[in-house]
């Protein structure tokens, strides 16, 4: 599959599997699955016919990794990034001492007043590298990357998770644990 199409169909899937599951007639099961034929005969009803082989092309080929197979392969999820009430029955995990967050340079007066917050998310998403955090600034501009100090947030009680593809989530970075460690030349 050419990658053009890759991100098409990756588009579309998590814009209904993270967003709008109801566009396709699709309830999400606990822990966000869908069962695959139901979801490929979805596709097919709303002008993206896909065959099981492609959809496996995509859970293994996106970059992103925001797709993934429950342990027998016939259900499948967005891993993180839903705007619709859906509980990923993640258990808490303990954080690395360190994580990261990428932005765009103009989200970062309000990220040093008010913190990291959700928005219309489920959670903060913390990358566990710089240079992903980076990539994901990137994605909103000239990036500015944080520093979160995930080991005195998790001495404080707070909870963390991390999804099938690596992405730490929480419910909020108060500003105390930031520090700019990156921001573009100039700024």
Known sequence: MEET???RIS???SKH??????????????GGWVDVGALLA?????GMPLKRAELDEVVERN????FSY???????????????EVDLQLAPLAPPDTLYHGTGEHAVTAILRQGL???????????PDIPTARMVGKRHGR????????ATMANAGMLFYRSANGVWLTDHVPPQYLTIIEKPNGA
Not at 17 to 30: E, F, I, N, Y
Not at 63 to 66: A, E, G, P, V
Not at 76 to 82: D, F, K, L, T
């Open 5 to 7: 199409q890759l991100v």
């Open 11 to 13: 588009k579309f899937l």
């Open 17 to 30: 599997l993270r967003h709008q599951p109801q566009r396709l007639s699709l309830t999400l099961a606990p």
């Open 42 to 46: 979805a596709c097919a009803a709303h």
């Open 63 to 66: 970059s992103k990794q925001r």
């Open 70 to 84: 429950d342990e027998t392969g016939e259900r499948i999820r967005a891993n993180q990034g839903h705007s619709v």
């Open 117 to 127: 917050l959700k928005m219309k998310r489920h959670h903060v998403h913390l990358s």
């Open 143 to 150: 990036p500015v990357i944080f520093q979160v100090d995930t």
